[in-house]
Nanobody, 121 residues
Framework: QVQLVESGGGLVQAGDSLRLSCAASGRTFSNLAMAWFRRGPGKEREFVGAIGAWRYYADSVKGRFTISRDNAKNTVYLQMNSLKPEDTAVYYC?????????????????WGQGTQVTVSS
């Protein structure tokens, strides 16, 4: 079992930056791919980015968002720069079964409760 707890969400203005954190416990963290997904108002949950054996991002956030991890702290981060109102969503952290990352929810067995990010125009 892996427990995930997100933090760092909040209300910001367009153009601002925000860093989300996801603290993991329960398993060897460094062996797991980690991902961020988000669900905007009235939308399906969508992939944001992932880190594991490699790192990649959704086109909508590429160049603005950066995923990193600190294995000593069992924490993964999502640095979000140049935020836009369309980035408003609940952001979820997820942990996979292996180190291979993916962009579909079925690759991930463990999920956090989510943290709200609201970007005003």
């Amino acid at each position: 079992q892996v427990q995930l707890v997100e933090s760092g969400g909040g209300l910001v203005q367009a153009g601002d930056s925000l860093r989300l954190s996801c603290a993991a416990s329960g398993r060897t963290f460094s062996n797991l791919a980690m991902a961020w997904f988000r669900r905007g108002p009235g939308k399906e949950r969508e992939f944001v980015g992932a880190i594991g054996a490699w790192r990649y991002y959704a086109d909508s956030v590429k160049g603005r968002f950066t995923i990193s991890r600190d294995n000593a702290k069992n924490t993964v981060y999502l640095q979000m720069n140049s935020l836009k109102p369309e980035d408003t969503a609940v952001y979820y952290c997820a942990a996979g079964r292996t180190v291979v990352p993916g962009d579909v929810e079925t690759k991930y067995d463990y999920w956090g409760q989510g943290t709200q990010v609201t970007v005003s125009s």
